[in-house]
């Protein structure tokens, strides 16, 4: 399974919830992992570095070091628990998070998702540009989650033989280049490892839609039974490839922790969105484990259409997934 040995986590100015925090504590214990909390300030404006006889560098610097020693003290209480080491920079939010996932080579981050009350959404335009653009697994917890988890659930791509892109059944599936056992594999040992950490049922569910036959029909003598054949056919093909990723899964975990986390798999057949929001509101869990996929180092293309219109449907907190051979569009030195 997913062992984390380097995790980050990312707070806000006023300290006012530690439940990130918690969170990366639970996962640290159980991996023997280190954490680094991590906060981003605004840059001051140049009014508010004009107090002489103090230069601007000298402020700045103040104020760096104010917030350092804020966030020291913060963890004290935590002594003990991890090793927590501390940083704070200046700078716009996602840019610098994903810059402290680069330069130390995070393997999680977690946060609290931001506060975006005007919008039903829980995720506010930082944390969207996070699931577009981090390149490691992002842990997004819902305002008020609790820490405590019941269940969680995983939506996964099923691969079969002689699909096309366009008969892919969620909208979002990314390139032909895309491997999407590796994606899969990932989602299979992140979902699991937080499930067998925490005790919590575990579901993996494939939405997908029946083949449009199209113009096709036109020349049928009994297009309705043509239907019907191809949709039959169809399903066929996704339950073998269901069959196909159950024995998958019983390889990539041991045969332990399978016995132990017992999943549950779902088909839902129907526009991946409704489906799948659907069955969100029906199992209510407390974690989605799912991989916001795109176009592989195409900026502006690193996240599928499904998946972001399901990230605004959850209310739920999210641990999404890149790709392997994601190309993430933030550098060190922009």
Request: charge should be negative; include cysteine; glycine fraction near 6%.
């Amino acid at each position: 399974m997913k062992r984390f040995r380097n995790i980050l986590v990312v707070c806000d100015r006023e300290l006012s919830d530690s439940r990130a925090l918690d969170a990366a504590l639970q996962i640290a214990e159980d991996n023997n992992a280190a954490i680094t909390l991590l906060q981003v300030l605004p840059p001051l404006t140049a009014l508010q570095t004009f107090a002489k006889p103090q230069t601007p560098e000298q402020i700045e610097q103040a104020y760096h070091n104010y917030y350092l020693n804020k966030l020291q003290q913060f963890t004290k209480k935590f002594a003990g628990k991890a090793l927590i080491r501390c940083k704070v920079v200046l700078g716009t939010g996602f840019i610098e998070t994903i810059r402290a996932v680069l330069r130390n080579q995070h393997d999680l981050v977690v946060k609290v998702a931001e506060p975006v009350s005007w919008i039903k959404r829980i995720f506010g335009s930082n944390d969207m540009h996070l699931l577009r653009k981090c390149p490691c697994p992002l842990w997004i917890l819902a305002p008020d989650a609790p820490l405590e988890l019941k269940r969680v659930v995983a939506t996964i791509d099923l691969p079969m033989p002689g699909m096309t892109e366009s008969h892919r059944g969620d909208g979002h599936r990314g390139d032909g280049h895309r491997n999407e056992d590796d994606l899969n594999q990932q989602i299979v040992e992140l979902a699991a490892s937080v499930s067998a950490l925490q005790g919590t049922t575990l579901d993996f569910l494939h939405a997908w839609q029946p083949y449009e036959a199209g113009a096709v029909l036109m020349w049928c003598e009994f297009p309705d039974k043509a239907q019907a054949e191809l949709e039959q056919g169809h399903y066929q093909a996704v339950q073998i490839a269901m069959s196909g990723f159950k024995q998958q899964v019983q390889s990539w975990l041991s045969a332990e922790v399978y016995a132990y986390l017992q999943p549950k798999f779902g088909l839902l057949q129907g526009p991946p969105v409704q489906v799948l929001t659907e069955k969100f509101n029906e199992l209510q869990p407390d974690l989605v484990v799912m991989g916001t996929v795109g176009r592989s180092g195409v900026a502006g293309l690193l996240i599928g259409n499904t998946a972001e219109t399901i990230l605004e449907q959850l209310s739920c907190s999210v641990l999404a997934v890149k790709p392997a051979g994601f190309v993430c569009p933030i550098q060190l030195h922009d």
